[in-house]
């Protein structure tokens, strides 16, 4: 449903010394329905990797398909290899997503290797791609949109 219909209806009773009348006023009209921003995880690039550290740059589109703008909002999502997360990350989305506008969202994340453990050190040895999800919310004008996002990291920018 992309608009709701809405009909006001009042009927105003009118007392003059010898009459009596009903005037009924009515007005319709249609209000759009906000719709949730569309998401999509482009891809993760792999930007560097060493025995401390990697090294990721997410990249995730926003869409809005409401003929208004989305007003400023963040990003927080945690990214998971092999089932588990490794890392979260928080991006403020600083202006207004026009209508009908994507955007696309870099989102930087370091991972300690030492903190993720065996999940990221498939990181660490070639690869020509890894499945990953990208799991979190999107929050605009305090209302918050889940995400539930799959997508791959890529060796090299």
């Known amino acids: 449903v992309a608009a ?6 009042n009927d105003l009773p009118v007392h003059h ?3 009596h009348a ?9 209000v759009a329905v ?24 997410m990249l995730i ?3 809005n398909p409401n003929d208004f703008d989305l007003p400023a909002g963040r990003l927080s999502c945690g990214l998971h290899l092999s089932g588990r997360e490794v890392v979260r990350a928080d991006l403020e989305i600083p202006e207004p997503i026009a209508g009908g506008a994507t955007v696309r969202l870099s989102v930087p994340v370091r991972i300690s290797v030492f903190k993720a453990g065996k999940a990221v050190a498939r990181l660490l040895i070639p690869f020509t791609s890894l499945d990953v999800a ?6 605009f004008g305090g209302v918050p949109v889940p995400l ?10």
């Not at 709701?4 to 209806?9: E, G, N, S």
């Not at 009903?22 to 249609?30: G, T």
Request: charged share 30%.
């Open 34 to 57: 906000p719709r949730v921003p569309r998401f999509h995880a482009e891809k993760v690039l792999l930007r560097s990797a060493s025995p401390r550290e990697v090294v990721l740059e």
């Open 61 to 63: 589109d926003v869409k």
């Open 17 to 19: 010394r010898q009459a």
């Open 22 to 30: 009903v005037v009924v006023l009515v007005h319709e009209d249609q």
């Open 134 to 139: 990208v799991k979190g919310e999107a929050v």
């Open 4 to 9: 709701l219909r809405i009909v006001v209806r």
């Open 148 to 157: 539930d996002l799959a997508t791959q990291i890529l060796p090299g920018g």
